[in-house]
């Protein structure tokens, strides 16, 4: 008997052995489950993102290629607003440099106008004071004062005349490429 107790301390751990290695093997086993849960877990979250993300994306897509038409579309735009309207301001250019010219002919035009009018003149300012009397005094003025003024409505037509000539030499440019509005 006495080999009795040895083998009873030998057989409980042979016995406890054996629940050891099963409780190692189920945990090995709930380890693997609970691995092989966790990637299906990631998997899941990941196709969840993903689709999540797609609309998204779409969207965003979808939106990069309508602005990209609409700037391409605003860019023509401006290109044919551009080209229409280059002409106009052409025929403004050669307008404002017509009327730029004429103010040149109109400066010249007056100055030589004033010089007729003073050479016209001459002396007769002077010649006042060779009046014998109040008569003579009258006709001179008379004199004066209708030539004075036969000269300066003649210089006035004539500066009209040139005024008219310019706006119709500056309206010409505009005439021809003339659009209704």
């Keep these: 008997m006495a ?4 083998k009873t301390r030998e057989h409980k751990l042979a016995e406890a052995q054996i629940p050891a290695q ?6 090995v086993e709930v380890a693997r489950r609970a691995m092989d849960q ?6 899941l979250t990941l196709r969840a993102i ?3 993300q797609t609309p998204v994306a779409e969207g965003s897509l979808a939106h990069g290629v309508r602005f990209s038409d609409n700037l391409a579309e605003i860019a023509q735009i401006y290109l044919q607003a551009t080209e229409r309207t280059a002409g106009d301001l052409e025929s403004l250019a050669l307008c ?3 009327i730029g010219q004429a103010m040149q002919h109109w400066q010249t035009a007056a100055a030589d106008l004033m010089q007729r009018l003073m050479k016209r003149a001459g002396d007769k300012p002077q010649s006042v004071f060779s009046c014998k009397s109040v008569t003579e005094l009258a006709q001179w003025q008379h004199d004066m004062y209708a030539e004075m003024l036969g000269a300066f409505v003649s210089a006035n037509h004539a500066m009209l005349q040139l005024t008219s000539q310019v706006a119709q ?3 010409r440019p505009l005439e021809r490429d003339r659009r209704p509005l």
């Design 96 to 98: 404002y440099g017509q």
């Design 22 to 27: 099963e409780t190692a093997e189920m945990m």
């Design 3 to 6: 080999d009795t107790p040895t």
């Design 38 to 43: 966790g990637q299906e877990a990631i998997r």
């Design 169 to 171: 030499n500056a309206m």
């Design 50 to 52: 993903t689709a999540a």
